[in-house]
Antibody, heavy 117, light 110 residues
Framework: QVQLQESGPGLVKPSQTLSLTCTVS??????????WSWIRQHPGKGLEWIGY???????YYNPSLKSRVTISVDTSKNQFSLKLSSVTAADTAVYYC?????????WGQGTLVTVSS | QSALTQPASVSGSPGQSITISCTGT?????????VSWYQQHPGKAPKLMIY???NRPSGVSNRFSGSKSGNTASLTISGLQAEDEADYYC??????????FGTGTKVTVL
C-alpha cells in the first residue's frame, strides 16, 4: 500500500519561500510509471493543481504558478519536494502530495501552510 | 488554464440518483479520455472515485458511474446514501500536458 506524507513548516512569512517535502513509502518513485504531484486547496475552496514530476526529473507546472514553483525529486530518499517563492497570504492553503498524472490514486493527508508575518 | 465548470450544489433524497456535470473545452475534457472524479469529506483528503472517464478503482461502489459527451463529463450517483454527502471534483488532463480541476460540487442528501 503506497503512502504519502507531507512535511514542512506550517507558517511562512510573506515574500519568503514555502518548502514542503513528500515522503513516499510502500512504493518506489524510481520504479517509474507515475508522475508525482502537488495540489493545494485554499480554505473553504476548491482544488488547484500545482504541478508534477517524474522520477527522471521531468516537470510540468500550472501556468498560473509556473514563475514561482519548483518541484524536485530525490529518488535516494524516495521523496519529492515543492518550493513556492515570493509567497503572499493568497498562498495560504492545505497542500497535498499525490501520485498520478491524469488521476490521483494515492494522496497524503495534507498539510496546512499559513502565510503570515 | 481555466477551471472546469461544475454546479455549485446538487441534492437528492436517499435512494435517488443524481448527476453532476463537468464542462470544459476541446483542449481538456473534450480532447482526452482522462477525466477523473474525486469525493472529499470535510477535513479529509480527496478520494479517487472515477478515472479515465468511466473506470472505477477497486473498492469504489458501483453506484458511482462516469460518462462523457463532447466537452462535458458527468458523474452519476445512484441509490444515493447519507455517506455520499460530500464535495465532488472533476479533473481533466489538458493539451498542455497539465491538469485542471473543476470548481467543485457540494452534494447534499436530503
Amino acid at each position: 500500500q503506497v503512502q504519502l506524507q507531507e512535511s514542512g513548516p506550517g507558517l511562512v512569512k510573506p515574500s519568503q519561500t514555502l518548502s514542503l517535502t513528500c515522503t513516499v513509502s510502500g512504493g518506489s518513485i524510481s520504479s517509474g510509471g507515475y508522475y508525482w504531484s502537488w495540489i493545494r486547496q485554499h480554505p473553504g475552496k476548491g482544488l488547484e493543481w500545482i504541478g508534477y514530476i517524474y522520477y527522471s526529473g521531468s516537470t510540468y507546472y500550472n501556468p498560473s504558478l509556473k514563475s514561482r514553483v519548483t518541484i524536485s525529486v530525490d529518488t535516494s530518499k524516495n521523496q519529492f519536494s515543492l518550493k513556492l517563492s515570493s509567497v503572499t497570504a493568497a498562498d495560504t492553503a492545505v497542500y497535498y502530495c499525490a501520485r498520478g498524472t491524469a488521476a490521483f490514486d494515492y494522496w497524503g493527508q495534507g498539510t496546512l501552510v499559513t502565510v503570515s508575518s | 488554464q481555466s477551471a472546469l465548470t461544475q454546479p455549485a450544489s446538487v441534492s437528492g433524497s436517499p435512494g435517488q440518483s443524481i448527476t453532476i456535470s463537468c464542462t470544459g473545452t476541446s483542449s481538456d475534457v473534450g480532447g482526452y479520455n482522462y477525466v477523473s472524479w474525486y469525493q472529499q469529506h470535510p477535513g479529509k483528503a480527496p478520494k479517487l472515485m472515477i478515472y479515465d472517464v468511466s473506470n472505477r478503482p477497486s473498492g469504489v461502489s458501483n453506484r458511482f458511474s462516469g460518462s462523457k459527451s463532447g466537452n462535458t463529463a458527468s458523474l452519476t450517483i445512484s441509490g444515493l446514501q447519507a455517506e455520499d454527502e460530500a464535495d465532488y471534483y472533476c479533473s481533466s488532463y489538458t493539451s498542455s500536458s497539465t491538469l485542471v480541476f473543476g470548481t467543485g460540487t457540494k452534494v447534499t442528501v436530503l
